[in-house]
Nanobody, 116 residues
Framework: QVQLVESGGGLVQPGGSLKLSCTAYGILVSSYRMGWYRQAPGKQREMVAT???????VYAASAQGRFTISRDYAKNTVDLQMNNLKPEDTAVYCC??????????WGQGIQVTVSS
């Protein structure tokens, strides 16, 4: 059974940092395109960052330069380091794993709130 479990969310002040982790069970993160998505209240889900292969990363314009996605092969996790957080980054962040478009898994999501 495949599970993606997010951790590391919470409340942070504007300008602060958080590191989200997605731990995969039942699959190897090295074999999937891994991604982070978010959904704010009243808005559609949007891609934040994806990672294909060892270093082929793609970022949303809003995340470019502030967020970094990476894999930890030893821990079988995909992390999202978020710096200089802004109130508009407030959302539920979800981890995604895709392979060959037919294997598509999602985590339950974790809340990130940026507020003073």
């Amino acid at each position: 059974q495949v599970q993606l479990v997010e951790s590391g969310g919470g409340l942070v002040q504007p300008g602060g940092s958080l590191k989200l982790s997605c731990t995969a069970y039942g699959i190897l993160v090295s074999s999937y395109r891994m991604g982070w998505y978010r959904q704010a209240p009243g808005k559609q889900r949007e891609m934040v960052a994806t990672l294909t292969g060892a270093s082929d990363d793609v970022y949303a314009a809003s995340a470019q330069g502030r967020f970094t996605i990476s894999r930890d092969y030893a821990k079988n996790t995909v992390d999202l380091q978020m710096n200089n957080l802004k109130p508009e980054d407030t959302a539920v962040y979800c981890c995604n794993a895709v392979r060959r478009t037919i294997y598509d898994y999602w985590g339950q999501g974790i809340q990130v709130t940026v507020s003073s």
